[in-house]
C-alpha cells in the first residue's frame, strides 16, 4: 500500500495535544482536557491500522500551535502528483463520544456516484463518503485493536490528572473508485476531530 499523507500545516486550527508545560492550552473539549503531545510523533509519521499518517510539526516550549482541524466545511487539497485514489484514510477522534463525519471527495473524472450538482462530462465528480469517528476517551482496561493510537495518559488542565480515562485517534479508510483526487471537502461536524489525512493507492495489493 502507497500512503500520500497531506500536509496539513496550513489547515490545522486547533490545540488538541498539549506537552506537560501547556497543559492548560488545551481545548479539545470544553473542559480543557488534551492528548498528551509528548506521546505522540508529531512531526513525523505513524503506522495505525496498516495506514501511515504523518502528524503536523508541534514542539515544546513557546506559545501553544495548532495541531489538528476541527471538521467545520474545510476544503483540503488532494494529491499534487494527481496519482490513481482508491481509498481515503483519516485519523481522528469524536468528541463527547462517537460522531459521523461526511467528506466530499473531488476528483478528477467522474465516478459512479456522482453529486447531484455535478453530472457527468461537466467537469470533476464528486463522491461523497461517510464514516462514524469513535469516541477519543476509552477505558484503560478496553481491548486494544489495530485501529488505534492509544496514549498512556490523559492531560488535565490543571496540576492533577484521573487514571480513569486514556485518549485515543482512530484510523478510519473510506474506499474510493481509484480516480485522481483534486480536493477534499470536511462536511460540518464540529465535534469531529482530525489529525491526519492519507490517500490510499495499492489497497487490494
Not at 508529531?42 to 516550549?61: D, H, N, T, W
Not at 495541531?67 to 469524536?94: S, T, Y
Not at 461526511?102 to 461537466?122: E, K, Q, T
Request: charged share 15%.
Amino acid at each position: 500500500m502507497i500512503a500520500c499523507c497531506l500536509n496539513l500545516t496550513d489547515a490545522v486550527d486547533r490545540i488538541g495535544a498539549t506537552f506537560d508545560s501547556d497543559r492548560q492550552a488545551g481545548e479539545l473539549n470544553a473542559w480543557g482536557n488534551s492528548y498528551p503531545a509528548e506521546e505522540l510523533p508529531f512531526g513525523g509519521q505513524v503506522l495505525v491500522g496498516g495506514v501511515r499518517y504523518a502528524l503536523v510539526r508541534k514542539s515544546p516550549g513557546g506559545p501553544s500551535r495548532p495541531d489538528h482541524i476541527e471538521a467545520l466545511g474545510q476544503r483540503l487539497a488532494g494529491d499534487p502528483l494527481g496519482r490513481p485514489v482508491e481509498a481515503l484514510a483519516l485519523l481522528a477522534a469524536g468528541e463527547m463520544g462517537p460522531q459521523e463525519l461526511s467528506v466530499r471527495v473531488h476528483l478528477a473524472s467522474g465516478g459512479d456516484d456522482i453529486g447531484p450538482a455535478i453530472g457527468r462530462g461537466s467537469g470533476p465528480g464528486i463522491v461523497v463518503r461517510s464514516a462514524t469517528i469513535p469516541g477519543w476517551l476509552i477505558r484503560p482496561e478496553a481491548p486494544t485493536s489495530p485501529d488505534q493510537l492509544r496514549c498512556r495518559h490523559l492531560h488535565y488542565p490543571g496540576d492533577y490528572g484521573l487514571a480513569l480515562l486514556v485518549p485515543v485517534l482512530w484510523s478510519r479508510v473510506l474506499p474510493l473508485p481509484g480516480l485522481p483526487v483534486t480536493a477534499i471537502e470536511l462536511a460540518p461536524s464540529p465535534l469531529v476531530h482530525v489529525f491526519a489525512i492519507s490517500l490510499l493507492a495499492g489497497v487490494g495489493s
